[in-house]
T-cell receptor, first 110, second 114 residues
Framework: DAGITQSPRHKVTETGTPVTLRCHQT?????MYWYRQDPGHGLRLIHY???????DKGEVSDGYSVSRSKTEDFLLTLESATSSQTSVYFC?????????FGPGTRLLVL | AQSVSQHNHHVILSEAASLELGCNYS??????LFWYVQYPGQHLQLLLK??????LVKGIKGFEAEFIKSKFSFNLRKPSVQWSDTAEYFC????????????FGKGTHLIIQP
């Protein structure tokens, strides 16, 4: 499982509240990613990081921000959650050319 | 922008049937190609990958895939499916082999009937 954990695993929140999801890895991989999974869309890249404090936007970055102050942690923040952000969020790491995924966080925005 | 098409969104097969799931991508340069599987309630697991060399790649659990460059395709196959293969299957592309993130197809939901 490439030593990836995500927290929380499940969260219910209300529209307009801030939410932060955490991805933690134990193997010092440089590249980390956040994806969202929605029925009929597969997985779509939100943001990724190529090192501490180095991040870039993906395909669906609007409404999301990220931070990476330590190699092992990659945080995804929804500044003001909306119902359209109800989804399953997966973190991934890259070993160079292959990505491995965490267990996911199921987020429901009411 | 690159895209990945998976032609079959839902597939229902009986045990022991042969399986082929289609995947086409739109990118003219070098690509790394992947198939991931997601069993019910679980995270994505890597089935197999292609970077270069022999276009027929073998993965875990008896799966294989063939890269056909001229057709921009990377179809997944298994000669004889089992009930435990029931899952969602995703094709993904990494254009240029870099680390900018994967582009996924929309997935194929495979149901194997006993």
């Amino acid at each position: 499982d490439a030593g990836i954990t995500q927290s929380p695993r499940h969260k219910v929140t209300e529209t307009g509240t801030p939410v932060t999801l955490r991805c933690h890895q134990t193997e010092n991989h440089r590249y980390m990613y956040w994806y969202r999974q929605d029925p009929g869309h597969g997985l779509r890249l939100i943001h990724y990081s190529y090192g501490v404090k180095d991040t870039d936007k993906g395909e669906v970055s609007d409404g999301y921000s990220v931070s990476r102050s330590k190699t092992e942690d990659f945080l995804l923040t929804l500044e003001s959650a909306t119902s359209s952000q109800t989804s399953v969020y997966f973190c991934a790491i890259s070993t160079g050319e292959t990505q491995y995924f965490g267990p996911g966080t199921r987020l429901l925005v009411l | 922008a690159q895209s990945v098409s998976q032609h079959n969104h839902h597939v229902i097969l009986s045990e022991a049937a042969s399986l082929e799931l289609g995947c086409n991508y739109s990118y003219g340069g070098t690509v790394n190609l992947f198939w991931y599987v997601q069993y019910p309630g679980q995270h994505l697991q890597l089935l197999l990958k292609y970077f270069s060399g022999d276009p027929l790649v073998k993965g875990i659990k008896g799966f294989e895939a063939e890269f056909i460059k001229s057709k921009f395709s990377f179809n997944l196959r298994k000669p004889s499916v089992q009930w435990s293969d029931t899952a969602e299957y995703f094709c993904a592309v990494n254009p240029g082999g870099g680390a900018d993130g994967l582009t996924f197809g929309k997935g194929t939901h495979l149901i194997i009937q006993p």
